[in-house]
């Protein structure tokens, strides 16, 4: 499985994976984040969606809904945050496979919670919250489509 790891000490670090990630991404990407609340995933979706030209202000953690959509880009984003989720249920009901699975890049903060319905191929993200302005930041390339994807991300 192919791995890369950043450490970051700083917001803008952090963002800055986002916004690497973003001139590679292609319709139909799943990026899914994993890490404790501060670790730095919306941090990363920011850099993301900025790097598509959305406007980074726009991006928050969706508290009360747990999908905001960013389609001023030049990909439409679709940014979960699942911690309130409380039954995969709620998935089915808004669709997510048209998201998951559409020509947007989907990105999920709290992807534990997909449990079962995590696709198969994806890009996980792991970030931890290792020192106070230092984030460990993995990069795990689950199928071949990711591995490829990881490849071409330079290493500065
Ligand atoms: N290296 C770093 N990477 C990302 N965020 C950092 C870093 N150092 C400090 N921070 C701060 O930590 C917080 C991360 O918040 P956020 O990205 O919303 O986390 P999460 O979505 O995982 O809860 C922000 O306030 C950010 O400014
Ligand atoms: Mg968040």
């Keep these: 499985m192919k791995q890369l790891q950043f450490i970051t000490q700083s917001f803008k670090e952090t963002r800055d994976i986002g916004k690497r990630l973003a001139k590679l991404v292609k319709p139909g990407d799943v990026i899914c984040l994993f890490g404790d609340l501060g670790s730095g995933k919306t941090t990363l979706v920011k850099g993301l969606a900025s790097g598509l030209g959305a ?4 991006v928050t953690s969706p508290t009360f809904v747990f999908l905001n959509v960013y389609d001023q880009a030049k990909r439409t984003i679709f940014h979960f945050d699942l911690y309130r989720l409380e039954r995969e249920q709620e998935l089915f009901d808004i669709g997510y496979e048209e998201f998951f699975y559409g020509s947007g890049v989907s990105i999920i903060e709290w992807s534990e919670r997909l449990g079962p319905l995590l696709p198969k191929e994806r890009l996980d993200i792991y970030l931890e919250h ?6 460990d930041i993995r990069l795990k390339a689950v199928g071949e489509r990711y591995e490829q994807l990881l490849s071409a991300v330079r290493i500065r």
């Design 55 to 58: 406007h980074e202000e726009d």
């Design 130 to 135: 290792t020192g106070e302005d230092v984030r």
